[in-house]
């Protein structure tokens, strides 16, 4: 109990200790992680608000490297009696510009589909920038992934060949991003079945403020100055990165992503065209390829849905 108030405490405050404490970044970081604390504040409440009296969850700490542990989320619903001895598997990943997050983002979400599906769920982090740029996040993800599927049989009941992947924002990008493992595509048994992304980052070849506007859009923005903040995973590692599917998916190969993929795509969002773009080439791809049936890639579109709108859904931001 203590260890999980001391972690929930570092991760709060993880932007004001950061802006204040950490001298190896540059001061054009800090300052802009000191004025992100007090957003931290009001977008980390709303959606773990709802968990500090009622925990669908179990919190684990993953032994998946050597020197530190990653935090998960735990979700095991009652689910629909299948009669299968092992329940399918399931891992999301948070959103957070990969600046930061909390695992309780998608916790929502998470219950939802344990009990509807009767799936092991797991909402897993990764470390952040600006103190660790690309390909950290994603390689914690990687490995992250590999442990919980080496080690879903045996811990809970949980089938690794009856895998799916999601996440939102950030956390869509690395979901997307993790395909490129070979065991996680292919022929591989422990290939992902379906990809889910909520208003996923696709395209990191471009700075924030390169990409295209959409119509619906404010036209001012007034936290446009953190966008170097928010640009600070992949600016550093982007010239030698630029041809890299797990830094900008939407370069991924068809071959390597599973047969189903559902895109929830917001109007009001400025990730809208490299979203509609990537499920475009991937589907005309594959009609080339003589694909049969129902798309590969299956979009939903929010009109007048805004960037990160499902994560406050329950909190009265319902559109």
């Known amino acids: 109990m203590t260890h999980s108030f001391l972690n929930g405490l570092r991760i709060f405050f993880r932007p004001l200790m950061v802006g204040l404490f950490n001298t190896t970044i540059s001061w054009s970081m800090r300052w802009r992680m000191l004025v992100l604390q007090q957003f931290v504040f009001l977008t980390y409440t709303i959606p773990a608000a709802p968990y500090l009296f009622r925990r669908p969850f179990v919190t684990e700490y993953l032994p998946v490297f050597p020197q530190r542990s990653v935090r998960a989320l735990v979700f095991k619903g009652k689910g629909k009696g299948t009669g299968r001895k092992l329940r399918p598997l399931h891992i999301d990943i948070h959103g957070g510009a990969f600046i930061g997050g909390l695992a309780e983002q998608d916790a929502r979400m998470c219950e939802m589909w344990a009990n509807e599906t009767g799936a092991i769920v797991l909402s897993i982090t990764h470390r952040f920038a600006p103190e660790h740029v690309f390909p950290v996040a994603i390689d914690d993800v990687d ?82 100055f953190l966008q170097p903040l928010f640009d600070s995973y992949a600016a550093p590692a982007r010239t030698k990165h630029i041809d890299d599917p797990r830094l900008s998916p939407i370069l991924a190969s068809r071959e390597t992503l599973p047969n189903r993929i559902l895109m929830v795509i917001p109007e009001i969002d400025i990730l809208l065209e490299e979203q509609t773009n990537f499920a475009k080439r991937i589907n005309e791809e594959d009609e080339r390829a003589g694909w049969v049936g129902k798309p590969r890639v299956e979009t939903m579109f929010a009109p007048e849905g805004f960037h990160g709108w499902l994560e406050y859904h329950s909190a009265g931001f319902n559109n």
């Open 143 to 224: 490995a992250t992934v590999q442990w919980i599927k080496d080690n879903a049989e045996v811990r809970w009941g949980a089938d690794p060949t009856l895998l799916t992947i999601s996440g939102s924002s950030a956390g869509g990008n690395m979901a997307v991003a993790s395909t490129q493992q070979p065991d996680c595509h292919g022929a591989s048994p422990t290939a992902y079945k379906g990809i889910i992304t909520a208003y996923g980052v696709y395209e990191l070849r471009l700075s924030p403020w390169q990409k295209p506007v959409p119509e619906k859009m404010p036209k001012s923005d007034p936290t446009s």
